[in-house]
C-alpha cells in the first residue's frame, strides 16, 4: 500500500511539472525580439535620464514599469503597492582642501577626493611611503616589503606596461589588481591610513570624477 501511496505521489508532481513546464513555455513563446526592443526602449530612453535613484527619470521609469504591470492584471506584491517607498539619502563634497609642506593644492586642478571613499573628517600624516603601483597579484605583491601600516600610501596609476600608452586608453574592471578599487583595498588590508594616486592624465580624471557629482 506505501508503495502505491509512493508511486502515485509521484505520478502527481510529475503531471504538474508537466503542466507548469507546458504554461510556462506557452508565456515564453509570447516574448519577441521586436516586443523586448519596444519596452527597453522607452525605459533606456533620453527622458529617462539614466534613472538614477531618485531622480525624475528613475520615477517615470518606474511608473512606465507600474502601468505596465497593470495593463497586464498583475497585483500588486505588497499592500501600499506597486512599489516600495524607501529614505534615499545622497552625499555631496561641500569643500575640500590638500595642503603639502605648506603649499595649498586646488581642487579640481591639483586633485581630486576619491569618491568611492570620501568622507567627513581632517587628515595629518608626515609618513608616506611610495608603493610602486600598488599592485597584488599571483606574480608579484608591491606592499611585500614595505611597512605601511597607519601611514599613507602614494601609488601610480593603472600598471608598469600602461606607461607608454596614451592617457586613459586602459580602462580596468573593479576585479582587476591595477584598478583603483583594488589597490584601495590594498592598502586598506595593510593598515594604511589613507592612498594618493599619482594619474598620468590628471585633466581627464578630473572631467570623469566630476562628471560623477560625487553622487552615489
Not at 41 to 60: H, L, N, W
Not at 124 to 139: E, L, P, Q, R, T
Not at 159 to 178: C, I, L, Q
Amino acid at each position: 500500500m506505501k508503495q502505491f501511496f509512493l508511486a502515485l505521489g509521484l505520478l502527481v508532481s510529475l503531471t504538474t511539472l508537466a503542466q507548469s513546464t507546458k504554461k510556462l513555455e506557452k508565456i515564453a513563446g509570447t516574448i519577441t525580439p521586436e516586443d523586448l526592443k519596444s519596452k527597453l526602449s522607452v525605459i533606456a530612453s533620453a527622458e529617462m535620464e539614466g534613472r538614477e535613484t531618485a531622480t525624475p527619470g528613475q520615477k517615470k521609469a518606474a511608473a512606465y514599469i507600474e502601468n505596465y504591470f497593470k495593463e497586464l492584471g498583475l497585483q500588486p506584491g505588497t499592500p501600499d503597492g506597486y512599489q516600495m517607498q524607501f529614505a534615499v539619502y545622497q552625499d555631496s563634497v561641500t569643500s575640500a582642501s590638500f595642503t603639502v609642506n605648506a603649499n595649498t593644492l586646488n581642487l579640481f586642478t591639483d586633485f581630486i577626493p576619491g569618491p568611492l571613499s570620501i568622507t567627513t573628517g581632517n587628515w595629518n600624516g608626515d609618513k608616506i611611503v611610495f608603493a610602486s603601483f600598488g599592485i597584488v597579484d599571483s606574480s608579484h605583491n608591491d606592499f611585500k616589503n614595505i611597512d605601511v601600516k597607519n601611514k599613507w600610501v602614494m601609488v601610480a596609476e593603472g600598471k608598469a606596461e600602461d606607461a607608454d600608452k596614451p592617457a586613459g586608453s586602459v580602462m580596468y574592471s573593479s576585479r582587476n589588481p591595477a584598478s583603483l578599487n583594488a589597490k584601495m583595498t590594498q592598502a586598506k588590508v595593510n593598515g594604511a591610513a589613507g592612498l594618493i594616486v599619482v594619474v598620468k592624465d590628471y585633466n581627464r580624471l578630473s572631467l570623469k570624477i566630476r562628471s560623477l557629482k560625487y553622487h552615489y
